[in-house]
Structures are given as structure tokens and as C-alpha cells.
């Protein structure tokens, strides 16, 4: 996988703006993983729903073979701008955890909410992992 990044542009901070692979190999497409544990129990603080859905993603990405580093795009969708700026530094940390230093192109959108009420944030995952 290569990143895309132009020489005359700034280094995105967190994402990539694209990435290329070429070759054989397998496609994981997961649906949007939201902050809902095991149980379906959902923690208040957004950042704790960060680390919850990207926990999850992890732990499907495994089902399939796959880890972070297969991850081509991910899409969030957040319920609350200003929650997640004060997120940050939680949001920061749950990523260095569960993805390390995987900076894939990412989307994040603000809309008025999520089928769970509960819910703040839903994360969408796309991965490739290629022919051995």
C-alpha cells in the first residue's frame, strides 16, 4: 500500500488523504461499529465510545485475518462537533491503542444522530489485505 500524498501539500494530522495498492488479495468491508459493548451498554463520555467502537473494529478486522494496518478508509459518523473536539486527547489515546500508527483517509461527518439514541458516534471500516 502507498500512501498518496503530494509533495506540495501539508501532512495531514490523523488521516491520509488516499492510498493505492495494486495486486491480489482481500477486501473487508465492515458496517458502522458505534460505542454499544458487548452487552449493548454505552458509556456517557464520547471518547469511551471512541475506544469501545475501535475495539470493535479490531476484534472483526481478527474474524477475518486482518489487522489496523490492512485499514484503507474509515468513515465516522459523530453526533456532536463540540464533543469531540473536548474529546480529543481520550480519542487520541483510544487510537494509538487499538490502531498504532495507522493513518488511513478518513471522513468525519456531524449529523443529528444515530438509530441508538445512546449512540454519539458510528465508525465505518473498509480493508484490504493483500495476497501473501
Do not use: C
Not at 85 to 96: M, V
Amino acid at each position: 500500500m502507498r500512501i498518496l500524498q503530494p509533495a506540495e501539500w501539508s501532512k495531514p494530522r490523523g488521516f491520509s488523504h488516499g492510498v493505492e495498492f495494486n495486486g491480489p488479495g482481500r477486501w473487508i468491508v465492515l458496517a458502522g461499529q458505534t460505542g454499544g459493548d458487548e452487552k449493548g451498554e454505552y458509556a456517557t463520555e464520547l471518547g469511551a465510545q471512541v475506544a469501545t467502537a475501535l475495539k470493535r473494529i479490531v476484534k472483526l478486522l481478527g474474524e477475518a485475518g486482518a489487522a489496523p494496518e490492512h485499514i484503507v478508509r474509515l468513515t465516522w459518523y459523530l453526533t456532536s462537533r463540540s464533543e469531540y473536539e473536548a474529546a480529543g486527547r481520550d480519542i487520541g489515546a483510544a487510537w494509538k491503542e487499538t490502531l498504532g500508527r495507522n493513518f488511513p483517509p478518513s471522513t468525519l461527518l456531524y449529523i443529528d444522530g444515530l438509530v441508538d439514541v445512546r449512540a454519539k458516534v458510528e465508525i465505518e471500516v473498509t480493508a484490504f489485505v493483500p495476497a501473501a
